[in-house]
Structure formats: structure tokens, C-alpha cells
């Protein structure tokens, strides 16, 4: 069976964006993006991958999921398709214009990732947002958190609210960069 990774970065006190959705104060460079770009190539978007001569393997994933607000980050930079190297889901409650190779729905994302999983093939991103990884929480199989060195103060948090309910993770890994980045690895315990 297909696993559900949110793998993400996230701020020591726990926002994924600001409070406008933006995601610029995470560092896009140190040692920590080095590894991404050799580790988790698949998560870069594929503009990126283009300025620097890569090309994503689709080791770990062939799926992409996202909320709207995290798909709609790119498009004030022209990105209308940002893994074009996967297949992408975007989840919305309204109709929109996507480019045709993003599958945008409305769907019960507890049902479509289910169905997803149980279809064959490689890994499922959920790339974020919070909303959306609330939903998903207990559907997701790996918790991937590159915890950056800085504290926003507010923004889109890590989950959602969601009501009391501790769920306890097996950390798995654990990786310090010089650049200060932290990333945790967790499964379900």
C-alpha cells in the first residue's frame, strides 16, 4: 500500500507560511537544501529543479497533494503547475481555472487519499496546508518537519485547530544542518 508523507517545513514555533501565505522566511539556501536537492529531490517544484539542471526520479513520490492556498503561493510567479513532475491534487470548495495536468476537486480528502493508497504506485506528498494536514491526520503514515532556526510569531499553523486528541509518533530520524535546520522524521507509533 501507497504512504502518506507531510513533509514540510515548519518554523520552531509551529507556522508552515505567514500570516499572508507566504513562506519566504525560510532560508532556500545552506546544506539543508543540498540534501534536499539529493534526498527528497521529488518535493522540489519543477521550475526549480529547471534553473538548476535537475530532474526529479520520483524515487519517493508520484503524487502531490494540496490545499488551494499552498498551490496559489506560486501563481503571483507565473507557477501554475508546480510539480509537474507528479500528479497534483489541489483541493478546493470552488470552482477555479487550473492548468489540466492539476486534478482540482472537492472531494472528501480522507476518501481520495484512501482510494489513492489503495491504487498502485509510489509514494503520496501532502505538501501542505495545515487545513488540509488536519483533515488527513489520520491518514498520514510519515511526519517529515524541517524545523527551521526562526520564530514567526503567527501564521498557517503546522495543523489546523483540531479538538484534544494526543496521537504519539516514533521518531525515526533526525538530522541536524549547519544552516541550523533541523529535520525530524516521525511515524506512527
Known amino acids: 500500500m501507497r504512504e502518506l508523507t507531510y513533509f514540510v517545513a515548519v518554523s520552531l514555533d509551529g507556522y508552515i507560511a505567514a500570516p ?12 539543508h537544501i543540498d540534501w534536499i536537492f539529493r534526498e527528497w529531490v521529488d518535493t522540489v517544484p519543477t521550475p526549480g529543479l ?13 503524487t502531490a497533494l494540496m490545499g488551494w492556498k499552498t498551490y496559489a503561493a506560486g501563481l503571483p510567479h507565473g507557477v501554475e503547475s508546480p ?12 470552482a477555479r481555472d487550473v492548468p489540466d495536468d492539476i486534478v482540482l476537486t472537492d472531494r472528501d ?3 481520495l487519499v484512501r482510494e489513492l493508497k489503495a491504487e498502485p504506485g509510489g509514494g503520496i506528498w501532502l505538501t501542505g496546508g495545515g ?3 488536519s483533515q488527513l491526520v489520520d491518514e498520514i503514515d510519515r511526519f517529515v518537519f524541517k524545523v527551521n532556526p526562526l520564530l514567526l510569531g503567527s501564521g498557517i ?17 533526525s538530522r541536524p544542518f549547519e544552516s541550523g535546520v533541523v529535520v525530524n522524521e516521525y511515524v506512527r507509533g
Open 20 to 31: 499572508d501565505d507566504t513562506f519566504d522566511a525560510f532560508p532556500v539556501q545552506g546544506d
Open 50 to 62: 529547471e534553473m538548476v539542471g535537475l530532474k526529479a526520479d520520483n524515487s519517493r513520490f508520484d
Open 83 to 94: 510539480y509537474q513532475h507528479l500528479r497534483q491534487y489541489v483541493f478546493s470548495r470552488q
Open 109 to 111: 480528502p480522507v476518501r
Open 131 to 133: 487545513q488540509l494536514a
Open 157 to 173: 499553523p503546522l495543523f489546523a485547530d483540531r479538538p484534544y486528541d494526543p496521537r504519539t509518533l516514533t521518531q525515526v530520524a
